[in-house]
């Protein structure tokens, strides 16, 4: 069971705003997907190598060179967001 | 033949006989979403607007005598997480319930390129994020064969549209069966493709080494059509793969047919288990070789998805922050993190945070050995039973679901009862392999979907397979 300092810690770790009575909820849900996930210890995976990619795949690269969008086009993007100047997005100070 | 009806195929002959045009045709369609969608909800925008200037063109090139493309006219839903270029994406999520897509999906481009007319867009559980389109921030989608019932998700908006008749071929995406289970929900065909057949550029990622687009059909020759229009390597899209084609035309005779004993287990509706036992038994007719073969690891499957998913997921939502686009707390807080944590927990719900969550946690110190990476390696053991298994059959054939589709908030208050919809569909995703879902029978009023799984890139053999009994 997962205790309440937890779920805390991973709402922090997620960014994710939790309200109070929702911590709760959360800590049971999870508590129990988790406890269900634990037959995966089942297993035995000694020498297996981890799956990442379904398919047989290499490396695909490009050159790198910035596609240079019309201004336009950045504008669509750009308008999109609560707070913009001059085609780059605003944020509020990053602080220690 | 009402014009709803109407396959791709019926529409393409119906448009060069001239026997109605193409605007006639959408307005006809829309006519109907009008009248009969209030009931269903199967729609969250209608592009009304676009769809009648495509439709204008399409009748354009008509009355010149020139050719039409294969999807001229033809109208389609496309569900609210592939991207259309100037209409509104949410991903059923309010934390973008007002973005406007800035470009098209490459899926997207390749239909309009074939001359479809997209009607709207349709419902899903929020950002794919569920088995029943209950985790809509904009309300559920009812079933058309039963309104009082889930369509099945989380393209269940996709799936009930088509049902309903609201179009003539409907995209989705399918990452632990979102096409696959809505399909047999509501009685029409849902293909999930290779991993890497289909383009993902331009498909909100949910979890990308699972997710693929997937076509909604009513026939076989409909699914194929669109499925050989959207396929193909995308170079912004560096998971995506050329498909060679396979010439398998005199081999689909002596078909081998594996039968794992894994999913076929007390638990399953009886009228279900009926149905697909009806449905191998004309397989055997056809003179198809039925074999029992075993997926051994497949109760782990479940267990594995509920890591990978979720692990996946909460890196792509990251991007969800209030600062470049969507739902945003940037007015109501002075400090940067509050932000994050305002935007993100009013903008999201509940299931989404609950996998956001599980993915972080499995991600984190101390966790990502016994949980991440233990689940990656329980995934190869699931791909190598798969691969094992086709070396002795050609296609494995089994229910798409335990259940035919069940009752709105039957499931709501507990997510691993939820989770366990889609017991059958999930380790499919986890291998990359492609299965579609066929409508083989109704239990009751309620449609059951056979699921028909093939080694990578063998859509061809799945569409041969299905068609045999599609004949019948």
Same mark, same amino acid.
Do not use: W
């Given at each position: 069971?997962?205790?309440?300092?937890?779920?805390?810690?991973?709402?922090?770790?997620?960014?994710?705003?939790?309200?109070?009575?929702?911590?709760?909820?959360?800590?049971?849900?999870?508590?129990?997907?988790?406890?269900?996930?634990?037959?995966?210890?089942?297993?035995?995976?000694?020498?297996?190598?981890?799956?990442?990619?379904?398919?047989?795949?290499?490396?695909?690269?490009?050159?790198?060179?910035?596609?240079?969008?019309?201004?336009?086009?950045?504008?669509?993007?750009?308008?999109?967001?609560?707070?913009?100047?001059?085609?780059?997005?605003?944020?509020?100070?990053?602080?220690? | 033949?009402?014009?709803?009806?109407?396959?791709?195929?019926?529409?393409?002959?119906?448009?060069?006989?001239?026997?109605?045009?193409?605007?006639?045709?959408?307005?006809?369609?829309?006519?109907?979403?009008?009248?009969?969608?209030?009931?269903?909800?199967?729609?969250?925008?209608?592009?009304?607007?676009?769809?009648?200037?495509?439709?204008?063109?399409?009748?354009?090139?008509?009355?010149?005598?020139?050719?039409?493309?294969?999807?001229?006219?033809?109208?389609?839903?496309?569900?609210?997480?592939?991207?259309?270029?100037?209409?509104?994406?949410?991903?059923?999520?309010?934390?973008?319930?007002?973005?406007?897509?800035?470009?098209?999906?490459?899926?997207?481009?390749?239909?309009?390129?074939?001359?479809?007319?997209?009607?709207?867009? /349709?419902?899903? #559980?929020?950002?794919?994020?569920?088995?029943?389109?209950?985790?809509?921030?904009?309300?559920?989608?009812?079933?058309?064969?039963?309104?009082?019932?889930?369509?099945?998700?989380?393209?269940?908006?996709?799936?009930?549209?088509?049902?309903?008749?609201?179009?003539?071929?409907?995209?989705?995406?399918?990452?632990?069966?979102?096409?696959?289970?809505?399909?047999?929900?509501?009685?029409?065909?849902?293909?999930?493709?290779?991993?890497?057949?289909?383009?993902?550029?331009?498909?909100?990622?949910?979890?990308?080494?699972?997710?693929?687009?997937?076509?909604?059909?009513?026939?076989?020759?409909?699914?194929?059509?669109?499925? #050989?229009?959207?396929?193909?390597? #995308?170079?912004?899209?560096?998971?995506?793969?050329?498909?060679?084609?396979?010439?398998?035309?005199? %081999?689909?005779?002596?078909?081998?047919?594996?039968?794992?004993?894994?999913?076929?287990?007390?638990?399953?509706?009886?009228?279900?288990?009926?149905?697909?036992?009806?449905?191998?038994?004309?397989?055997?007719?056809?003179?198809?070789?039925?074999?029992?073969?075993?997926?051994?690891?497949? %109760?782990?499957?479940?267990?594995?998805?509920?890591?990978?998913?979720?692990?996946?997921?909460?890196?792509?939502?990251?991007?969800?922050?209030?600062?470049?686009?969507?739902?945003?707390?940037?007015?109501?807080?002075?400090?940067?993190?509050?932000?994050?944590?305002?935007?993100?927990?009013?903008?999201?719900?509940?299931?989404?945070?609950?996998?956001?969550?599980?993915?972080?946690?499995?991600?984190?110190?101390?966790?990502?050995?016994?949980?991440?990476?233990?689940?990656?390696?329980?995934?190869?053991?699931?791909?190598?039973?798969?691969?094992?298994?086709?070396?002795?059959?050609?296609?494995?054939?089994?229910?798409?679901?335990?259940?035919?589709?069940?009752?709105?908030?039957?499931? /709501?208050?507990?997510?691993?009862?939820?989770?366990?919809?889609?017991?059958?569909?999930?380790?499919?995703?986890?291998?990359?392999?492609?299965?579609?879902?066929?409508?083989?029978?109704?239990?009751?009023?309620?449609?059951?979907?056979?699921?028909?799984?093939?080694?990578?890139?063998?859509?061809?053999?799945?569409?041969?397979?299905?068609?045999?009994?599609?004949?019948?």
């Amino acid at each position: 069971m997962l205790s309440k300092e937890e779920v805390q810690h991973i709402a922090k770790l997620s960014r994710l705003g939790l309200k109070e009575k929702e911590i709760e909820k959360f800590q049971k849900e999870l508590s129990k997907i988790l406890d269900y996930i634990e037959k995966l210890k089942e297993v035995d995976v000694s020498n297996i190598t981890p799956t990442s990619h379904s398919l047989a795949a290499l490396n695909v690269s490009r050159q790198d060179m910035p596609d240079v969008l019309a201004s336009e086009k950045i504008k669509k993007i750009t308008d999109q967001a609560p707070a913009s100047r001059e085609g780059y997005f605003k944020v509020k100070p990053v602080r220690n | 033949m009402k014009i709803s009806d109407f396959t791709i195929k019926d529409i393409h002959k119906g448009l060069k006989k001239k026997e109605f045009s193409a605007v006639e045709l959408a307005e006809n369609y829309f006519d109907k979403i009008k009248k009969e969608d209030k009931k269903i909800s199967s729609f969250l925008t209608l592009t009304q607007d676009l769809a009648l200037s495509e439709a204008k063109e399409i009748d354009r090139l008509l009355s010149k005598g020139q050719e039409i493309p294969l999807l001229a006219g033809v109208p389609a839903a496309v569900k609210d997480n592939i991207l259309v270029e100037g209409v509104k994406c949410t991903a059923g999520s309010k934390i973008l319930e007002n973005y406007t897509a800035p470009y098209d999906a490459t899926v997207i481009k390749k239909i309009k390129e074939q001359g479809a007319i997209i009607l709207g867009k /349709t419902n899903l #559980d929020e950002f794919a994020m569920g088995s029943s389109t209950e985790n809509s921030a904009f309300g559920p989608t009812k079933n058309p064969h039963d309104p009082s019932r889930v369509p099945g998700g989380s393209s269940g908006g996709s799936a009930a549209a088509l049902a309903a008749n609201f179009c003539a071929f409907a995209l989705g995406s399918d990452t632990g069966g979102s096409i696959r289970q809505p399909a047999s929900f509501c009685g029409v065909l849902g293909l999930k493709p290779t991993y890497g057949a289909v383009s993902r550029y331009g498909l909100m990622s949910f979890a990308s080494s699972l997710d693929q687009i997937g076509p909604f059909a009513k026939t076989i020759d409909d699914c194929r059509l669109i499925f #050989d229009i959207i396929k193909g390597k #995308d170079e912004k899209d560096s998971t995506s793969v050329e498909l060679k084609a396979l010439d398998r035309g005199s %081999q689909i005779s002596n078909l081998r047919i594996g039968l794992p004993k894994e999913y076929f287990i007390k638990g399953t509706d009886a009228e279900v288990e009926k149905i697909i036992k009806e449905a191998i038994g004309k397989y055997e007719a056809t003179g198809a070789k039925i074999e029992e073969i075993s997926l051994p690891h497949t %109760q782990y499957a479940l267990p594995a998805y509920y890591i990978i998913a979720p692990a996946e997921a909460s890196a792509n939502l990251a991007r969800y922050d209030g600062i470049k686009y969507g739902f945003s707390a940037n007015n109501q807080t002075k400090d940067l993190l509050a932000v994050y944590f305002e935007s993100r927990g009013k903008g999201f719900g509940s299931e989404v945070r609950r996998r956001i969550m599980l993915g972080t946690y499995s991600l984190s110190a101390g966790y990502y050995d016994a949980y991440y990476l233990r689940a990656q390696k329980v995934r190869t053991k699931i791909k190598e039973d798969f691969a094992k298994a086709f070396e002795k059959v050609d296609v494995i054939l089994s229910p798409v679901s335990p259940t035919p589709a069940f009752k709105i908030g039957e499931k /709501t208050d507990d997510p691993l009862l939820m989770y366990l919809s889609d017991i059958f569909t999930i380790a499919v995703n986890l291998a990359g392999l492609p299965a579609i879902s066929f409508p083989v029978g109704k239990a009751g009023k309620l449609p059951v979907g056979l699921q028909i799984i093939a080694k990578p890139f063998e859509e061809d053999t799945i569409f041969e397979t299905a068609k045999l009994l599609e004949k019948k």
